[in-house]
C-alpha cells in the first residue's frame, strides 16, 4: 500500500497553480491503478480493476454515478482476496485514493457531498435497527460515513452510507409549503396591493390638521425643498376659486 503518488500529486500541482502551463499531466484509468495498486502492468487484480472502473464509467455513470462507497462495494472482495488489503477501513482507503484520482484527471466529475452538515435525513438506529427521522451534525468521511442526530431523541450516532437516506417526506412537506407560497392568485397580488397603498396613503396622512376652508394641511415629514418652492397658498386659493364660483353664480341669477 506504500506506492508512489507522484502522477497525483502532479496532478494536483499543476491544477492549483495559477501560472500558465504548456501541458497538463493527466494520468489514464491504467496508470491510476498501477500507481495505487501495484505497479505491475501483468497483475491479475490490476487488469480486473481498471476493467471494472472503465466499465462502470461507460455504461452505468449516468444513472448512478461511482461513488466511494460503490466502489468499495464493487471491489472490497477482489482487493482482500489478492492481499491489496487485509481489513475493509484499507478497501475504503484504497477506493477513497481511486476516486480522488479519478476526479483530479477528469475520469469522473467532482463529487458532490450528498448528505452536508445539517441536512434532514433518516437514519438507522442499530439499537432497535428502525429508521428515525434526523440531522447530519458532521460529515466523518465524504460520501462515506457520518455523525447524525435522531430528531426528539437527541441521540447521536455514526452511520455509514447504507444507513442514511433523504427524508422524502420531510422533502415532500417543504416543496408543498413552497408551492403554497408561491401559489398566490393574481386577484390576492392586487388585493395585498390595495392595502398597501391604502397604509402608505393613511401614513402620509396622519398628523394633518384642518383648516377653516376643510383643506387638509400635508404631513411636513413628506415636504420636500422642491414641494416649498412650488408650494401653492392653498387658503388663497380656495378664496380665488370661491369668488369666481360667486361670480358665475351671480352671472346665472341675472
Request: charged content about 25%; glycine content about 2%.
Amino acid at each position: 500500500l506504500e506506492h508512489s503518488f507522484t502522477f497525483i500529486m502532479a496532478a494536483e500541482a499543476i491544477k492549483s497553480d495559477p501560472s500558465p502551463k504548456t501541458e497538463t499531466i493527466t494520468m489514464s484509468i491504467k496508470q491510476i491503478v498501477n500507481t495505487i495498486i501495484t505497479s505491475d502492468d501483468t497483475s491479475p487484480i490490476s487488469s480486473w480493476l481498471i476493467n471494472v472502473i472503465e466499465t462502470y464509467l461507460n455504461n452505468t455513470q449516468k444513472s448512478e454515478p461511482l461513488t466511494i462507497e460503490r466502489l468499495f462495494t464493487l471491489t472490497n472482495d477482489m482487493l482482500m482476496t489478492y492481499s491489496i488489503s487485509t481489513t475493509q477501513n484499507e478497501s475504503k482507503e484504497i477506493c477513497s485514493k481511486l476516486i480522488q484520482s479519478l476526479e483530479i484527471n477528469n475520469h469522473l466529475p467532482h463529487f458532490k457531498e450528498p448528505f452536508p452538515i445539517n441536512t434532514k435525513c433518516i437514519a438507522l438506529y442499530t439499537v432497535d435497527n428502525q429508521w428515525y427521522p434526523a440531522r447530519v451534525l458532521e460529515v466523518l468521511q465524504a460520501g462515506h460515513s457520518y455523525l447524525v442526530e435522531f430528531d426528539g431523541y437527541g441521540n447521536q450516532q455514526n452511520v455509514s452510507m447504507h444507513q442514511i437516506a433523504v427524508n422524502e417526506t420531510e422533502n415532500k412537506e417543504e416543496k408543498e409549503d413552497e408551492n403554497k407560497e408561491n401559489a398566490v392568485s393574481l386577484k390576492d397580488k392586487m388585493r395585498l396591493q390595495a392595502e398597501k397603498d391604502a397604509k402608505l396613503q393613511a401614513l402620509i396622512m396622519e398628523d394633518t390638521s384642518m383648516r377653516g376652508n376643510g383643506l387638509k394641511k400635508k404631513n411636513p415629514k413628506y415636504v420636500n425643498t422642491m414641494m416649498k418652492l412650488h408650494e401653492v397658498d392653498e387658503q388663497k386659493l380656495a378664496l380665488a376659486l370661491s369668488d369666481e364660483d360667486e361670480r358665475k353664480f351671480q352671472s346665472f341669477v341675472d
